[in-house]
């Protein structure tokens, strides 16, 4: 399945360098959701999606790290909605002391290439303090060609091996095809 999708991606692109770009296509930011596990670890004090105008949703957080984390770490799990949200293609996990060295997930290294500019943990470990993110807008072209439909991204933060953080991001695509 994932080898199906990555020669997918692969064809699309191809696809768009033969014929012009289909603007129509969009990824629509639908519902954000944080939860601390540990508040003594991580306060949560915005997290919030703002309807900017018709066509453009953006992503706020605003948390406090009330310790250092020198090694924390996420898992990133896919969701597509068919009767309920069903497990889709992408689990896995990424260390982010590791990565923020030396990007080595090419999933994550196009979440990162769409946060960095809206966020301040855009430098390596260890984390603590702020941690912010301001009017994140996705973009269908930054990211790889999700067939239409409903989507969750759940993203669980790890330190001190246990689960601290969870932000659950919904979004809808739509390939923008087959509309006249
Ligand atoms: C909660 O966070 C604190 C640091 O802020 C840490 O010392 C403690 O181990 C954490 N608790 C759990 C269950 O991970
Ligand atoms: C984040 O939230 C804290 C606590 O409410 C606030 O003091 C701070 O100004 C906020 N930061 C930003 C960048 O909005
Ligand atoms: C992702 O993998 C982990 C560990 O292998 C597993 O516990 C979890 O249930 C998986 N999640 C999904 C959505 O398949
Ligand atoms: C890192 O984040 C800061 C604060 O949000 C921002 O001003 C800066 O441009 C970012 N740096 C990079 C390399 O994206």
């Not at 909605?81 to 990565?99: E, H, M, Q, R």
Request: with cysteine; aromatic share 14%; proline share 4%.
């Amino acid at each position: 399945m994932r080898n199906l999708w990555v020669i997918l991606t692969i064809f699309t692109i191809c696809m768009q360098h033969q014929f012009p770009y289909n603007n129509a296509s969009t990824i629509r930011l639908t519902n954000f959701i944080c939860q601390s596990h540990n508040e003594s670890w991580i306060s949560v004090h915005v997290c919030r999606l703002k309807a900017i105008n018709r066509n453009k949703i953006v992503l706020n957080f605003n948390a406090t790290m009330h310790n250092t984390c020198y090694e924390l770490s996420t898992t990133l799990q896919l969701y597509k909605k068919a009767n309920g949200y069903k497990p889709w293609l992408y689990n896995s996990s990424v260390d982010i002391c590791k990565f923020t060295r030396k990007p080595y997930n090419p999933f994550a290294i196009m979440i990162y290439k769409v946060m960095r500019q809206y966020s301040n943990m855009n430098h390596t470990c260890p984390y603590g303090g702020p941690l912010i993110i301001t009017g994140l807008h996705v973009k269908y072209s930054d990211l790889l060609p999700f067939p239409s439909g409903d989507y969750l991204a759940k993203l669980d933060w790890y330190c001190f091996k246990r689960k601290q953080l969870s932000t659950d991001l919904y979004f809808k695509s739509d390939e923008g095809l087959l509309k006249s």
